[in-house]
Antibody
Framework: QLQLQESGSGLVKPSQTLSLTCAVSGGSISSGGYSWSWIRQPPGKGLEWIGY???????YYNPSLKSRVTISVDRSKNQFSLKLSSVTAADTAVYYCARASGTGTYFDYWGQGTLVTVSS | EIVLTQSPATLSLSPGERATLSCRAS??????LAWYQQKPGQAPRLLIY???NRATGIPARFSGSGSGTDFTLTISSLEPEDFAVYYC????????FGPGTKVDIK
């Protein structure tokens, strides 16, 4: 059974960079045909897709966040990471990592989520 | 960007009743629409993919229909564990989610 687990700093100061990692177990991130995404959810609000990375390393980001987002993959550790720069209070959210299906049209596995608060 | 609109925002029903949730896309998404259930403090759970296919382990009381711009999620008879928030999601050149429908106990 595939499992995803987010980790990283739960508190980030305004203007700094948010960094999270998603460890994948029960399967290889290098398996072809899947993309690996970050999705966030501000408290009490809906879901926003941030971006994804393929096993090959190619990426695609939400245009609204593109200038501040970097997603990378570490195949040796079977994990992928998110960096979001110049954060503000509006970036406070639960951050989820997720796998998109082989067809790339839906998310079939999710991590449990990690709350990141932006505050001085 | 394709915008998804969900209605109603809140649906108040009793256990055993039928729930009908709507998702409308601002332009055609073909059949590439998914539905998720989210309970407080939990990650979303995939229910339906490609408009009408139940995900692994999802009970038969959940069904999806539609294509193009109009989609429906139906829960034939609500169980106590079905009271939650439901999101639709599409993928065109990027992924977007609807704002959600909360199904609560009447």
């Amino acid at each position: 059974q595939l499992q995803l687990q987010e980790s990283g700093s739960g508190l980030v100061k305004p203007s700094q960079t948010l960094s999270l990692t998603c460890a994948v177990s029960g399967g290889s991130i290098s398996s072809g045909g899947y993309s690996w995404s970050w999705i966030r959810q501000p408290p009490g609000k809906g879901l926003e897709w941030i971006g994804y990375i393929y096993h090959s390393g190619s990426t695609y980001y939400n245009p609204s966040l593109k200038s501040r987002v970097t997603i990378s993959v570490d195949r040796s550790k079977n994990q992928f990471s998110l960096k979001l720069s110049s954060v503000t209070a509006a970036d406070t959210a639960v951050y989820y990592c997720a796998r998109a299906s082989g067809t790339g049209t839906y998310f079939d596995y999710w991590g449990q989520g990690t709350l990141v608060t932006v505050s001085s | 960007e394709i915008v998804l609109t969900q209605s109603p925002a809140t649906l108040s029903l009793s256990p055993g009743e039928r729930a009908t949730l709507s998702c409308r896309a601002s332009q055609s998404v073909s059949s590439y629409l998914a539905w998720y259930q989210q309970k407080p403090g939990q990650a979303p759970r995939l229910l339906i993919y490609d408009a009408s296919n139940r995900a692994t382990g999802i009970p038969a009381r959940f069904s999806g229909s539609g294509s193009g711009t109009d989609f429906t999620l139906t829960i034939s008879s609500l169980e106590p564990e079905d009271f939650a928030v439901y999101y639709c999601q599409q993928r065109s050149n990027q992924f977007t989610f609807g704002p959600g429908t909360k199904v609560d106990i009447k």
